[in-house]
């Protein structure tokens, strides 16, 4: 897929985004349970091997629980790298989690 844009000022225009691929066997999301009562956006660091080095999760209204679970789970999951002129590189991923997406 093309850029998501987030990292135009460190390669331009022509790159490719890291992108989410695997989520792993959990159900996204249902260990936030009664805590995950808004937008949640995770931020991550996404290696040139597809994994992820470090993960920010960041909500107002979200329980401590929820927003640790969020993170253990995005660390779980697996990426396809972001390309600049054909090689992979590490990127900044940051993704938007609502509750519509439980239901």
Avoid: H
Avoid at 59 to 84: D, G, V
């Amino acid at each position: 897929f093309p850029n998501s844009g987030l990292e135009i000022e460190k390669y331009g225009p022509d790159y490719t985004s890291a992108q989410r691929f695997e989520e792993g066997s959990e159900n996204f999301g249902a260990s936030c349970g009664s805590g995950f009562s808004n937008t949640i956006t995770v931020n991550a660091i996404i290696g040139k091997d597809g994994i992820p080095k470090n993960v920010t999760v960041k909500s107002e209204k979200s329980s401590e629980t929820c927003k640790k679970n969020m993170e253990i789970s995005f660390l779980k999951q697996r990426y396809i790298p972001a390309f600049y002129n054909g090689v992979a590189v590490d990127s900044f991923y940051s993704e938007e989690i609502t509750n519509y997406l439980r239901e």
